[in-house]
């Protein structure tokens, strides 16, 4: 699960990320908790890992994980979203975990549709990029389209309004 909440102050997120881990432990399973952009906040609520994107400004998946080691922590399990093949490729090569690919189909904002999406054949070509590296598409994911998605070799969907 990403924690991308861009409205609260570090002491905050920091509060929040550390009750979803509390959780998360408490009922067992696998479910693993990354912060988006945030490996301080990621560290100090004991999160898995954290979600990048892809600027050049970005801290790297070895950055990260330098970070959790220094802080003794387990090893970092660091995604990033891409938009292009350009950014799937430096991901790959960047040693990722895993990769968000999209927008798939849309990229909505308030409801409104702000990005057209890139299509499954972009998804495909970002799959086979990718290599073994698993990809999430990403944008418009609906019940409708998530077996186009799958079909199309990504390993698991992301969204916002699909699990709402």
Do not use: W, Y
């Amino acid at each position: 699960m990403q924690l991308r909440e861009k409205s609260l102050d570090a002491g905050e997120l920091v509060e929040l990320a550390r009750a979803m881990v509390d959780v998360f432990h408490k009922h067992g399973g696998t479910t693993k908790l990354l912060v988006n952009g945030r490996a301080d906040v990621a560290i100090t609520a004991e999160a898995d890992g954290v979600h990048l994107t892809s600027s050049d400004a970005e801290l790297t998946a070895a950055q990260v994980r330098m970070l959790f080691a220094r802080a003794g922590g387990d090893e970092a399990v660091v995604g990033v979203s891409c938009h292009t093949l350009a950014d799937v490729e430096r991901a790959r090569e960047g040693g990722v975990d895993l990769i968000l690919f999209g927008p798939v189909f849309e990229k909505r904002v308030g409801g409104e549709i702000v990005s057209e999406g890139v299509g499954l054949e972009a998804l495909r070509a970002a799959c086979e990029v990718a290599g073994a590296m698993p990809v999430l598409a990403l944008g418009g994911i609906d019940e409708e389209n998530v077996a186009v998605c799958l079909d199309a070799g990504a390993a698991g969907v992301a969204g916002i309004r699909l699990f709402a």
